[in-house]
């Protein structure tokens, strides 16, 4: 039987979200698949605050070096953490479809059904969400977390935090049971691409592409292009913590984007509805947020 192997981080949720992958290539194919778990950057610097990373490839370059070798055949990641650029030699091959896209504050078991004032002692590890939760609750002290979902979990107990930010895609694939407030979009816009698996490929890999086109979804796809390129249009590879959300209805396009300074002292935040064919679309988005201040946050 042909097989294909796919590469990924060895935490559970990474290989619940390779095994999702897996079962789609199956149900599509006569391919064996295979998963192998590669240790990456990201999972050895358990110390460094997320904030503090600049690496574009923390989460990603030791999976992308078994592309390049031939270990694997395909890398499957949570695509918030792929650079929004990709190594020419590399493409997202498919995308599966894309589940909450929204952050969530998981709460300690006594603080359950409190207000979200309450919350006062908070683990938040990007500078996105630590900026937003700030402007939801100005007196909170906020804490770093690292490792993955369980660890960070136990965090609460371990740290006596009121609650965590995390994603709400990772807290629903990985089946958790714990109370949470889900942010509207109001109160937190999510990472681009939060919520999103891809399937990562060398471009040279022609053979796989009837497969990959199988199992893609091409609404998320659509989506998560247009993320990318709106978080490259904000610069979104430097310090500049960015938010991005679109969604899709049709022709009609809603786009939530949040950016701001490294401090949090220089904000914007838009909502964008618009026809997918209307002509010089992201210029106009980026104009007006030029006027509104995004030099003085890029600068």
């Known amino acids: 039987m042909k097989k294909i192997v796919i590469g990924t981080r060895g935490s559970n949720l990474a290989i619940i979200q390779a095994n999702l992958v897996k079962d789609a290539i199956e149900l599509h194919s006569d391919y064996k698949v295979l ?13 460094t605050p997320i904030r503090k990373i600049q690496d574009k490839g923390f989460y990603t370059k030791e999976i992308e070096k078994s592309l390049i070798d031939g270990d694997i055949d395909f890398a499957v990641h949570s695509m918030k953490d792929l650079p929004t650029k990709l190594q020419h030699q590399f493409i997202i091959g498919a995308v599966l479809e894309r589940q909450s896209p929204m952050d969530i504050l998981v ?48 965090n609460i107990e371990s740290q006596n935090l009121d609650g965590i930010i995390m994603a709400k895609a990772a807290y629903l694939r990985l089946s958790r049971e714990e109370k949470y407030h889900q942010f509207s979009i109001n109160e937190m816009i999510p990472a681009p691409c939060q919520g999103i698996i891809a399937v990562e490929v060398l471009k040279k890999r022609t053979e796989f592409s009837d497969i990959l086109k199988s199992i893609n979804h091409e609404r998320t796809l659509k989506t998560a292009m247009m993320e990318q390129k709106i978080s490259n249009m904000l610069e979104g590879g430097c310090s500049s913590p960015i938010g991005c959300l679109v969604e899709l209805n049709n022709q009609v396009v809603s786009l939530n984007i949040f950016i701001s300074d490294a401090n949090g002292d220089n904000q914007i935040k838009e909502n964008y509805t618009f026809d997918i064919s209307q002509e010089n679309l992201f210029g106009q988005i980026l104009q007006d947020l030029k006027n509104k201040g995004l030099n003085k946050i890029l600068k």
């Open 35 to 47: 998963i192998q778990k590669i240790k990456t950057a990201g999972d050895l610097d358990l110390k």
């Open 107 to 154: 709460a300690r078991k006594d603080k359950n059904n409190q207000k979200l004032e309450s919350f006062l002692k908070i683990g938040a590890g990007s500078i996105r969400r630590r900026i937003q939760i700030k402007n939801l609750i100005p007196n909170s002290k906020l804490f770093d977390i690292r490792g993955n979902i369980e660890t960070r979990l136990k």
